[in-house]
């Protein structure tokens, strides 16, 4: 069936350097990638999203990209801060329905 | 923030006993979705409905039932709780087809089953 793989499952940078999150997808027909950020015991939030027309997004201090060639995108921040602090979630749209698929989340503890 | 109301936010109930989880849009969104978040296993799909009384099963739809009498509202029952349906409970919505657009989600309800 559809699946969408995250790495790492937990992640801890130093406050300022960068963080990178990795998903990959398996239905090659998906043209949606949203981002979530779930901050504990808060609802997951749309953080940034991107259509595979396009190759990268750019908001801010967060970037995604996307490979369709080897089905793979991912979510990049930087100058991390703590409020970075939360899990995130990748999710790809399934072309046979209208629905996504989300990853297991990854835990980013910022240090400071 | 979307106008995406859950209730109730918490509930304890025993094994067996039916449950019905409420979610209540004001956005007038066609697309509604319900899922649970369980530690390691992220956000599984449970139903989802795409317009009144339309609905469809979702990975995770055993033991789940679902209806949409109206726009602004998505049941969601368990007929009979087992404690593996101890879990939290998103309802999401989207204004068109939930696989090119963004799904803005309620703040969760915490479902424990004894």
């Known amino acids: 069936g559809e699946n969408v793989e995250q790495h790492p499952s937990t992640l801890s940078v130093q406050e300022g350097d960068s963080a990178v999150i990795k998903c990959t997808y398996s239905?090659?027909?998906?043209?949606?990638f949203p981002w979530y950020k779930q901050e504990l015991g808060k609802r997951p939030q749309l953080i940034i999203d991107i259509r595979s027309n396009v190759g990268e997004k750019k908001d801010q201090r967060i970037a995604v990209t996307l490979n369709k060639t080897a089905k793979h995108f991912s979510l990049h921040i930087t100058e991390t801060q703590p409020e970075d602090s939360a899990v995130y979630f990748c999710?790809?749209?399934?072309?046979?329905?209208?629905?996504?698929?989300f990853g297991s989340g990854t835990r980013l503890s910022i240090r400071p | 923030d979307a106008g995406i109301t859950q209730s109730p936010r918490h509930k304890v109930t025993e094994t067996g006993t039916p449950v019905t989880l409420r979610c209540h849009q004001t956005e007038n969104h066609r697309y509604m979705y319900w899922y649970r978040q369980d530690p390691g296993h992220g956000l599984r799909l449970i139903h989802y409905?795409?317009?009144?009384?339309?609905?469809d099963k979702g990975e995770v739809s055993d033991g789940y039932s679902v209806s949409r009498s109206k726009t602004e509202d998505f049941l969601l029952t368990l007929e009979s709780a087992t404690s593996s349906q101890t879990s939290v409970y998103f309802c999401?919505?989207?204004?068109?087809?939930?696989?090119?657009?963004?799904?803005?989600f309620g703040d969760g309800t915490r479902l424990s089953i004894l």
């Open positions: 239905d090659s027909a998906s043209n949606y």
């Open positions: 999401a919505i989207s204004e068109s087809q939930g696989s090119n657009q963004p799904q803005h």
């Open positions: 999710a790809a749209s399934y072309s046979s329905a209208s629905k996504i698929i």
């Open positions: 409905s795409y317009g009144v009384k339309d609905t």
